[in-house]
């Protein structure tokens, strides 16, 4: 490990980093713009700049030198700060002056830096150079002019997206960046580039000229439009929600976030629920809250009475309604929408064992019925990383691009009993084996699947990943955010949602996946949006979308998270639990808790496991299911990605997206 001084501060670094990142490490700030840690180097932009002893006499790149012994390095003389200032200088040559109209103002590194280590006038005086737009897709405004080309963008695009769709064109100072044919970016992470871009080139489309950063009140919270959990932060102004930027977080989301979580939140805003309706001659009229748990109230359901789980709900909501029907004497309670009834005794035998970011230590991949591009992108970023380290990865089902080299086997989930010779080969000498199933495969091959623990080698002891301890290399994929969590507080009928279509009295929690033509009896729907579910029910009750509301939950790899609240409800909309408390007082079955606070310590009373923060170590205790792979992987889940759930099939942005990117129906802004 080499050990070297900065400023006088000796360090020790590990072997292959970089003086920059030794500079950091002394705690001295370095400036840089194309330089980003999760990307290769470039030393593009030269901003970096550095004295180092021994060595040449001028100033070198600090990003892309290697830190060895007994370097001594400078970041404060005379030549780094002239160095810099010319660089600046050079940098700002052909930038725009448009900083009030820019929407990174506020935000801006370049604004920054140049205040931090450029000069206080400009020697420039011949034209500027101009660079006409290029359209990148519904989510990306360009405005290239702005451009210092550090090419960030482009590594994105190549190394963690796996879309090489951005490239450079022409050279010096000609040189423009721009998508291929100047068509839309069709990768689903491509918001990113916006985060990633220094300066105001590229910006985003749905945002533009909304608001300044110091107008937004910030708020950290959890993503619900994937089972990953990605850590956000929700911006707000007034009762609007106007951006979600992801948080940092390494374990879950790194610092990234797909379209669907950036841009969905202009649905937060339309076609919402904020009343109360009672269908009433078979039309839904507007009703007063009082009238619409009369209509509840009159129900005769004798105990037959159950609760179905949307895909973006709280533990807390359903846990008030897990209560709500118990007290009523019912016990069916369901989260799987579509219909899946795959087994639930051993909540270790359908988690993410391995964990998130555990997958990308992975050397053999076997994929079982998952598109994970589509179900969970950010954990197919992580398989991308393992790839890169020299994993190689198979796939049972339909081909797809997922973005790296898969070798399909084949759509049979016979083929989980009868796997290649070279599959096995493989898997036997493999460190770190593992094999992820899908939604695709849970109804035919879950079963069949864990057969394949002992012959693959996939537990390594019988401690799980998350618990620090060993290998386990069997993992399934969730599409809900609410599945996790709604398993452990028993959201699972042993015949699936089948169970519940009998029920007399059944309760929805946002839950707009359902075939509602196979409920007969009386149905409540507890919702924000006036989806699929409101239109189906006899009585609806407006409740909190998740940015309205606290709330925890529980990701695919079993990680309890919170979230709080950045908005509150539109109009007469309540949160989620405090309806369901209320009703239950109307009904006669008062629920024993009278707060938020109240209802999370009874929760936690029941459920020990969701009280903290952070991984819950599930015990491996694999169940004895038929280990005979059965029927064909005719298709994956997720039919469309952009429009998954009730906010998104609300947001102007995600139909924009599915229109163009999915089903190839180009804009008129396109076609320009």
Request: include cysteine; aromatic fraction near 8%.
């Amino acid at each position: 490990m080499p050990k070297l001084k900065v400023d006088g501060i000796e360090v020790e670094m590990p072997q292959g980093a970089t003086v920059l990142q030794a500079c950091e490490a002394a705690g001295k700030e370095i400036p840089r713009f194309c330089y980003h840690e999760r990307l290769s180097i470039a030393g593009n932009c030269r901003m970096c700049l550095v004295e180092v002893k021994p060595g040449p006499p001028k100033p070198q790149a600090s990003c892309a030198l290697p830190a060895a012994d007994n370097q001594e390095v400078f970041t404060t003389t005379p030549m780094v700060k002239h160095a810099r200032e010319g660089i600046m200088e050079f940098l700002l040559i052909n930038h725009p002056l448009d900083c009030p109209i820019c929407d990174q103002g506020g935000e801006c590194d370049l604004q920054d830096q140049s205040v931090a280590y450029g000069k206080g006038h400009s020697r420039y005086t011949e034209n500027k150079r101009a660079v006409t737009e290029k359209y990148m897709g519904p989510i990306v405004k360009t405005i290239m002019t702005r451009c210092i080309q550090c090419t960030r963008c482009i590594r994105f695009a190549e190394e963690v997206a796996g879309v090489e769709e951005i490239g450079a064109i022409y050279r010096g100072e000609d040189m423009q960046i721009t998508s291929y044919l100047e068509q839309a970016v069709t990768s689903e992470l491509s918001g990113n580039v916006v985060d990633l871009c220094p300066v105001g080139a590229l910006t985003s489309k749905p945002y533009a000229y909304e608001a300044r950063p110091w107008e937004l009140r910030r708020t950290l919270t959890i993503d619900v439009q994937d089972a990953v959990g990605t850590n956000i932060r929700l911006d707000s102004r007034g009762r609007q929600v106007l951006r979600c930027v992801p948080r940092i977080n390494e374990d879950v989301n790194e610092e990234w976030a797909h379209d669907k979580t950036r841009h969905h939140v202009d649905g937060l805003v339309r076609r919402r629920l904020d009343r109360p309706f009672v269908r009433r001659d078979g039309k839904l009229v507007e009703a007063t809250w009082d009238e619409a748990f009369a209509a509840i109230a009159a129900v005769e359901h004798g105990g037959s009475v159950a609760a179905v789980a949307g895909d973006l709900v709280d533990c807390e909501t359903m846990y008030a309604a897990k209560s709500l029907v118990r007290a009523l004497g019912g016990s069916l309670i369901e989260g799987r929408q579509t219909g899946m009834a795959y087994d639930t005794s051993s909540l270790s035998a359908v988690n993410f064992n391995t964990t998130i970011a555990g997958a990308e230590r992975a050397d053999a991949v076997l994929l079982v019925g998952t598109n994970l591009r589509w179900e969970a992108p950010l954990l197919n970023t992580r398989i991308r990383k393992a790839i890169k380290r020299g994993a190689r990865v198979w796939a049972i089902g339909p081909e797809t691009d997922l973005t790296y080299k898969v070798e399909w086997l084949g759509d049979d989930l016979s083929l989980l009993g009868a796997l290649p010779d070279a599959v096995m080969q493989a898997f036997a000498t493999a460190e770190r084996p593992m094999v992820i199933v899908g939604g695709g495969a849970l109804k035919g091959g879950h079963g069949a699947a864990l057969a394949l623990v002992e012959p693959l080698g996939l537990v390594k002891d019988t401690a799980s990943a998350g618990s620090g301890h060993g290998w386990n290399g069997f993992n399934v994929v969730h599409m809900a955010a609410s599945r996790m969590g709604g398993l452990m507080l028993g959201y699972a009928a042993k015949g699936g949602i089948a169970d519940l279509h009998d029920a007399k009295l059944t309760f929805f929690l946002g839950a707009d996946e359902v075939d509602y033509s196979r409920f007969g009896g009386f149905k409540v729907y507890v919702g924000h949006h006036g989806d699929r579910g409101a239109a189906a029910a006899d009585v609806v009750l407006p409740g909190a979308a998740y940015a309205e509301k606290a709330g925890i939950w529980v990701n695919l790899e079993g990680r309890v998270q919170r979230g709080e609240r950045a908005v509150f409800p539109p109009g007469d909309a309540r949160e989620d639990w405090s309806i369901l408390r209320a009703l239950s007082e109307r009904l006669g079955t008062t629920l024993p808790f009278d707060s938020f606070a109240g209802l999370r310590e009874a929760m936690f009373t029941e459920v020990p496991q969701l009280r903290e923060q952070g991984l819950v170590a599930f015990d491996w205790s694999p169940p004895a299911l038929d280990s005979t792979g059965q029927g064909w992987i005719e298709g994956y889940p997720i039919k469309d990605f952009y429009l998954t759930n009730a906010i998104c099939r609300a947001s102007p942005t995600m139909q924009r997206c599915s229109q163009e990117l999915v089903h190839g129906e180009a804009f008129a802004e396109a076609a320009e």
